[in-house]
């Protein structure tokens, strides 16, 4: 056995499926690998951010880590934006790089970089291969260190992959949470019975069904309202299920909710920030008086903090006391005239078929969709978790393939769009089930808000250009079809609810690119 | 005065013309610094790799440094792989990097990031900053250090930016290099006139048409073979400047020319070192035996070092005697019939106009190229220096744009054409005068190739899944549109020739995608 394939074996052995690649000449250990284990399955990613979005996707539905495999340090950092966003999704991933043969770095050869250096940004376990015997250990280790929700990155030398190691595999040391730190419960729900108006904020597995089905008993047992962050890695909403508010981007808006309570309980949530800072504004959100409980769910498991919080504030209340907590299924009607962010929003809403999952990259254009979340068919939400754009056609990818009977519905900002757009040819290739609706404003339009609202007046020239996309426009349609993906455009809600709708009758990608009035 | 004002105004006193951009909120003063500053002309580029490549592109051709203007940690990151290539190449850059606002940095804000971690990694130069009063003298002391050759990076809060600080402007520490190293040039010069065959290996700045003068000089006086390295930042090529062996990429075809030297000396040249490390394979590739000297030219000018060391070897020769040494200018005739990798080669070297800029990023289609080379009209070539894929488009716009009078032509391998075909957009937007000729093979051929040289024999259906291109095929015809560059689709040569014609005759960039047998 070589060493890649004490990885590969140790990986298939943890359960890990797939595996998102852009393997170079110091990876082909690893891609011989591959193919003398077929329980995982090689995906192809033309861009390394399509490979590392993706495992994001994939993780944050199968909540099981996928594997990426990367061509040195040049590779990992193509990978490294949307690695930021799983980090802050709390994404299990786990990352191979391919490194140099150990003898060949110290003559430190074009390609050879600080790799470490880079992983260090985003893992919270990383490990530069010392030998071909340790990577059964060491890969072992790795996916263990990923299953609380964090990356894991293992830098291979290539010829550590190639060299003979013994056949044994070692088994991943089974993950389990720490038991609940009963300690902060009681404090918790001394916090929620003694406040007139406590809050919870979810995020994380809080925001998971059964996460979820403790805090409606919550909710029924104390009147403590519920809240989520502005931006969770993966929730499940629409009818049914407990009505939560999400806490505003913009810190003020964030504050005049925030205000209304006076005691908070966190789950999985860090304390909510501002996500940038301005001169003058709020930086901590919650009002400064008001007493707070943190419980991290790093060691914890989010949805068993919320069943002890929930049991020591009372016996469940039954399905009949739940029901009026719940959102009702309350579908939007389909709306008809020009084509605006709102109503993309509304027609996505009422034909999005149950058991979906949504990707929300759509930037100032989605922002209206949330208003009808808690009252559709019941699906699952997923978010820009770290703010670094180009997630979503790669989350989307992933998504797809972590559930390949569900359809996968992209709500994308053109902008944002355009960093990692090569995700459309995986979703080609891999006949992902993914309707990808680009929200055409040709603008980076939050720069634009943002810039007024810094008090900088009309931007000039100079600022106009570093903002504007229409110049010349781009066209997804044509971009789309590059790759493989059926696309159309669309500039009327009639056209758009039309597209939509063949987009849901068939099996593998498309793409709407919709232009918004 | 602003502090983002500072910096704007102290690059521009210190020269910098141009900005490639990617700002997000963070860089929202420095983006309203530059409508303050007519001089420095902002570049959108739709991906950070982009901006970096694009910086990269301009500074081998300009010689000095773009500046370039990039969002956070994610943004730099998606910056980093062209940024490497830029180490490789010796070219100054200056990054100005917008991070959060101090104050909410302890906060840990979703999209805080190790900046610095990620900068080390390809900077010689790099700072975070610390008030606002420092930021004119931080831009000056970092374009300073760029001067000789390396990225410097500033890393800037979002409230120094914005903050109001003295209005004097820090002029940059004039650079110059250190006086010439006697001693070595002695060195070198007995090295060489006791050599039988001796030879002279070349990169960075001897490679430009000064440089090159004293090399043949040295040639004319010592019968000393001139070589470069394989992949050179930027060399003066064609009829009239002197012929160089350029080293081989593969290992055991550089370690056979290499071996038929018996002294050397390295120009601004690293060691020459196998691009990967083979088993059983060579490392080193001078052979053991055979002196040698290297001359640094980091702190010396490489055309100094040059001319020293012809001076040191007698008087120059006239032009006559060099004539016979110098390339004779031999067109290669039209071919025709099927489009093959070395058919393209031909016409691109048969077409080509003097003085005209070309880019090579076919990684295994332009390998043929080089042989035409000498015997070409003059022109200036540019290489993928730190093998970090993706960097062709994007550095032809930063040469278009650096030298508007003359004709750019990439050609671009495939597989790497799409890591930042982003780069199209920025071309059609700023009517760079570039033809893009794709050289579509359908496959990451290097790699194919890689994996059939380490022993794996024929790959399975995993490996071959990760290596081919070809399903979906890509449309770069559709791409380039969509991005608003014409393009056309050619499968035969005469095809080939008609639309590469077309192209010299277009002012803007246009795109080939070359079908390749």
Known sequence: MTGAEAIIKTAARANVEICFANPGTTELALVAALDCEKSIRP?????????????DGYGRVKQKPAMTLLHLGPGLANGIANLHNARRARTPVFNVIGDHASWIRPYDPPLNMDIAALAQTVSG?????????????????????????????????ADHQSKTCPDAIVEEESFSFQNVDSSMIVHAANLIRNAKRPALILSDKALRARGLAAAAQIRAKSECDLLMVTFPACFEAGAGLPVL??????????????????????????????????????????????????IDTFKQDAAAVLEALSSFLGPDVGREALAPLMGQQAIPGLPTGALTAEKMCAVVAALQPEGCILVEEGISSAVSYYSHSP??????????????????????LGAALAEPDRQVITIQADGSAMYTPQALWSQAREQARVITVICSNRTYFTIELEYLRAGYGQPGEAARSLMSLDAPPLDFESLSRGMGVPAARVDTVERFIAEFRKGLAHQGPCLIEAILK
């Open 43 to 55: 995906v192809l990613g033309l861009f390394e951010g399509v490979c590392t979005g993706a495992a």
């Open 125 to 157: 376990w990383h490990k530069t291969s010392d030998s071909a015997g340790t990577l059964s250990s060491d890969t072992a280790a790795a996916l263990s260190a990923s299953r609380c929700g964090q990356i894991s990155t293992l830098i291979v030398a």
């Open 245 to 294: 508010k999400r806490i505003p981007y913009f810190p003020d808006s964030a504050g005049k909710l925030l205000a209304k309570y006076d005691a908070f309980v966190l789950v999985g949530a860090p304390q909510p920030t501002a996500f940038f800072g301005y001169e003058g504004g709020a930086t901590l959100l919650l009002p400064d008086e008001a007493p707070r409980v943190r």
């Open 375 to 396: 009252y559709l068919k019941p699906y699952t939400h997923l978010t820009l978790t770290g703010g670094s754009i180009g997630m979503g056609m790669p989350l989307a």
